[in-house]
């Protein structure tokens, strides 16, 4: 008999994923079903699961946030929509387990016996703790960086933990640390927010990073000496995002007369406008990216020592917000080489969904019920399976549109000729990659195409794009650092030096490339359509770049697909599944 866990994660990123007898079936965020951004309270992905499935347990995780209560019932919203259905669904709450809920993705995900974990988050779970081991007083702070000694089927054991919080005493221990300065995310936030972007898109701060360098008239942002974010510097807001003291320090600050904003505009929107002008962007603003990206990545490489000398591990997991941080993860394979490092392609808060399914699966059916427990992560095709004919095509597009048989060889062309062609097909991708399912491509030769597709997209000119290429031919392009593939796009990496300036559309002002690498066992349309296109051009590589336009989430149902087709200056969505295209002349 079967054991379906349903586990949600209710906060920003809000996912459902379902665990069947330890295997992965299932993955949604919120944010798809509702398009609404970062959209929290998955109720939605728990309806579409539980059309199909029973829910034996229900886990409810989060970060301790308030739980309110329905009237009537007085259960909450979660547990009450769930027994509606299965009445005697067990429900498990587990606000307090968010670093675990990461730990747990990323170590079944690796497939590794044994392994030292670290989350690297913003702000986890809400903690009560001792001031020291005999006191009877208690401090309240939030989690912020976490080390644990993973192995299987499911021991997790912290052995070393950092804490923030608003007004903490300052505790060092071999184990733990707790202060009121803000840690390495929080850090990064505050910079992304000063730069126009919101506390949650730290990804645009990376993209501007290397348009920046050293600059001497900038503060000390992190001490790698504390560990801890300059107070004079930074304001702490836990659990929300922090600030820059932009006060303090002229150079850094915007100066912004009346006049200036005409009466209308807001100080913020003031700021923005480099966002659509590059020649109006700072010094201090550009300078600022580059210097928190690379004291960033270099303290997470001091704490990947210090899991290293903590735990004796040689196999390395990250997870938590900056596990998305390509740059990094690429600057970790060259600073640690001899360990062997797997990082989360579902780092931020979504994929605890994910850990906490697996780990309480394990612990209802352990290791020998739960045939499927280790099996590492070897798909992000993980969201709901449509059935598309072409009758239903037939009833969604309008007069204005033209519906066509096409094959890949008829799309490579078609790209090859500097056409932008969205595919629609399959699942959806789990994370915040579009890996050929819910991708817009075009040709990575046009040396404008960069400039076309921000456009089309509505996005910021600094921005850089992806590239698909075909597994076996990865490493005559790009310099892998050891590894054989890079299936979930979670590397940034550098060409190889004889390529160089071949593909200007996908590589960045660094010179480095954002890939994934495809085979046929994995996605065989995507990869055939690369292979025609390769089979024309001698590039092994489709520019690829999420489908959505700028501030939406990536397109989940055909109609979501042909309504932004609709709404856009794309022309061309591709049906691989039904060998049509749509067209619409603009």
Known sequence: MTYNVMAINPGHNGSVALVVDGKLEYYIEEERLSRHKHDGNPFKGMLYLMEDYSIDELIIGGTGQEEHRLPWSGGDAYSTLVQKFYPNAKVTKCPDEHHIGHVSSSFYGSGFDTAAAIVVDGCGSLQKLRANPSSEYFIEAYETESIYQCSFPGDFEPVFKRYGGNQLPRILESDREIDCAITTVKAYEAVSEYLGFGFIEAGKTMGLAPYGKEDKKLPVLLDRETNRGDKNVFIAQYPAGALLDTERYPYIRYTVSPKDMGGYETYNQVVRRWHKDRSLLTDASKNLAWKIQKDTQEYVGDLIEKAVDMTGESNIVISGGYGLNVVANYYYKERFPELNIYVDPISHDGGTSIGLAKMYAHKHIGEEGGEHLKDPLTTLYLGPKYEIRSEDIDDLVDDTMEVVDATNVDIAQLIKDRNIVSIFQGRSEAGPRALGNRSIVYDPTDPDGKDKVNIVK???????????????????????????????????????????????????VDGTCRIQTVSQEQNENYYDLINEFYKLSGVPLLFNTSFNLGGEPLVETIFDAIHTLKNSKLEYLYLPELSKLIKVPN
């Open 458 to 508: 509505g996005r910021e000119w600094f921005r850089p794009f992806a590239g698909s290429i075909m597994k076996e031919h990865a490493k005559e392009w790009f310099d892998l650092r050891g590894m054989d593939e890079t299936p979930y796009m979670m590397y940034a990496m550098e060409m190889q030096p004889e390529k160089i300036g071949e593909l200007p559309c996908v590589t960045h």
